[in-house]
């Protein structure tokens, strides 16, 4: 007989307990194999089924509740769970083992799960329950906000709290547009998470974007307008701000209120008090989360602790009980409004205080803090990462342990001489991917026992990967690690679809005029369509031989159908959907008149401006139908495609050389605007950048670039292969005292081979070290590109003068073009009808989607649909003619991009790949094939014709 499990609460942990508990086959739904089993009624106090909060901000950029959901469609049919949205849990009689909901139903339960969470503390002060006044937590509070904020009246909002959610709101008034102040008690902003030195780089950060922070200080009360209506904030030190919008986000309190009237054991400073099996006094009631006080005595506020809560409540409800919870890991790893912030371990230990030592790294210019904390035994002990988070994933697993490298290895920018450790130098018990807490040693059994040969398939196994995404680089040196451990050479190929890596593919192309991609798939091909591996690849190597083979735009014709999407709208793709733009500044150097420019255009389209860290204006938040309009008017004052959203050069950083410095050397502004202008718009096998410093000084940090130029009393030495590999590097010297014409002619040959030679997406520091090691690599350059070798390099230098002479610019190439403008257009409009559907896999008749037709889609391209209810289709066209519709919004984003994704397929299933992180999705059934538990709805279509 089933028994009856009532959970309170259906939040994210809420919400991992039933999944987990589905996942050991323990609920006694439908989809239950065996016998018994759970039945399980959930009361939740919101009127809508769980749903992301780690990305709440995304409501403010259009997700919805249902665009956040966490449930896979069918999930509570599947497993007869008995979910009641807006009836809270109102009374728990533990001797009679009864739950009385709001409504007043009275459910007996044989295991009961407290999973409340918490509410946001409001501090008692006058006005706090004044009309503008929220919190922030819900997406009931994000939709309250954003309609109060629509008010052409309300101008200004303050956050009352500087911690994670109170920075998290800040970046939501800003993205209200309203002008934004922060007030933080402590001294320094996220005063859990990072110390002093990192809270200064993240302050400059924020407050480089407009929002005022105002630390040390606390709020006295809010001033009320005689409507009623918040206009003003006081604060302790008697200075007042104009507040139309008040935002509490100053903490949170366990939800502890039905466990202490029950008479349930309660911590002091609130929280149910749980064993290490997560339950409570009372052994028939466990709580879960962010109302539970663990053994070790703290309430954990964090996703992670509270999923492997759930994880062991689910493993004592389905009889094994051997999982135990006795504290966790409170690793973060974030981008707050922009910036980079982590820590882990314990960074905190005074420098001194039983033998702890620290090493630090800051850079004020770039907004950079990174600080490791050394035990007296060398054993890492914490770290905080502000503003480059890059070296997260490797250095979280060793908290608590010896480094196997220098401290300095993992936080310097370059490092000469070091090279951080391999992923066989972490322990199997060490915990790769902290979103589902799974360790390397888990990982490595997954590998081996299903012969496992790329990241989907650990994906598929383990869920790691499949959270935050920061984790992929440490598994797939995992995986390398393991497949040459077992003797498993890596396949050669670019994909399943070529068995040719990119250099060969590079030759066939050349060599044989291979126009495009269907052409090379049926001459050279191993079958199949094509994916979002080997597709954006063959485009580039079409864009650099387009002068040779006497190709147009990138996007005209089939071109457009190979482009990831930053290449198909000719712009950065954001994390919210929308887009950046980054007009070329060549050398750093630019008019007042084109500053005026960018900054009109950035206030007429509300987008967000950051000086970026290669000596340009980059504007974000562009949706893609108003990139054309953006970029007429950046034409117009003389600005070009700066193509930071290719394979290409990005920029040419320069210091102000002879020209102004009295060190300077050479001239090292012009050289960069003359290199950055003969080699832009070149596609190659990843970005690549240079930089020019006019003397030794090196200010322009010329030997972190792919191409370095220092000047001398006698020339110019070039550097090369700096930066941008798996351990990052300074550039080598490649020759010295050139003159400025020898530099060019060097310069165009290393670019060339690099181009013929190099792999998909290896830059040019891991070309150089593949080419040969301890400097085996530098001495084969030398012998190719100096001595001739052989015998390459003046073809070399007359390709460069062909890509030279054909020349372009993308975007005003664009605008000359009203079928390339197309291409930019608002999604269309498109209708949900029963005329002429095809009869769904179970036979009945359900509406489709009516797009415009079979003729209105490129084969392998998606097109977006806006139906009438609002939500959007992403609707493909295999080469066969089979259209297949789904829903455009990626569910682990929120943003609006599948129908931007790139159509193909895997083991011979069509498939679309998300542009934002990747995962692939079968567009027959909508499954994610890197998650199965993840699914994008799918829509059925009118019948068309091939």
Known sequence: MAQTLVVIGHGMVGHRLLEALAERDALAGPGRTGAGGWHVVVLAEEARPAYDRVHLSAAFTGSTGEELALAAPGFFERHGIDLRLGDPAAHVDPVARTVTSASGDVIGYDALVLATG?????????????EGCFTYRTLDDVEALTAYAADPAVSTGVVIGGGLLGLEAAGALRTLGLTTHVVEFAPRLMPLQVDDGGAAA?????ESMGVAVHTGVGAGGVQIHPDGRAQALRLTNGQEIGADVVVFSAGVRPRDRLARECGLAVGDRGGVVVDAHCRTSDPYVYAVGECAQSVDGKVYGLVAPGYQ????VAEALAGAGELTFTGADTSTKLKLMGADVASFGDPFAPEGRDGAVSVVFSDAREGVYKKLLLGPDGALLGGILVGDAGAYGSLRPHAGRMLPGPA???ILPSTEGMELPGADALPDDAVVCSC?????????TAVAEESLTDLGGIKKCTKAGTGCGGCLGTLQAVLDAEMAAAGIEKARGLCEHFTLTRAEIYEKVATEHIRSFSELLETHGAGGEGCAVCKPVVANILGTLAPDLGLGHILEGEQAALQDSNDLFLANLQKDGTYSVVPRVAGGEITADQVIAIGEVARDYGLYTKITGAQRIGLFGARAEQLPDIWRRLGGAGFESGQAYGKSLRAVKSCVGARFCRFGQGDSIQLAIDLELRYRGLRTPHKFKGGVSGCVRECAEARGKDIGIIATSKGWNLYVGGNGGAVPRHADLLAADLATGELFALIDRFLMYYVRTGERLERTAAWVERLGGSGAGLDHLRSVLIEDELGICAELEAQMERHVSAYQDEWQAVLEDPAALERFGAPAR?????????????GSGVGGVDFGGAGALEPGRGRAVVLPDGSRAAVFKDRAGTVYAVGDRDPFSGADVIANGIMGTRDGVPVVTSPMHKQVFDLRTGICLDDPDVALPVLPVLRTQP
């Open 408 to 410: 300095e290895a993992f």
């Open 309 to 312: 809560m759930a994880e062991t």
């Open 202 to 206: 993240l302050r400059a950060t924020i």
């Open 830 to 842: 498109g209708a949900v009808t029963t005329d002429g559907v095809d009869a769904a896999p179970d």
């Open 118 to 130: 918490s509410y946001p503390f409001v501090p008692p002060i006058d006005g706090a329950d004044a």
């Open 436 to 444: 589902h807490n799974v360790t390397k040693g888990q990982v490595r």
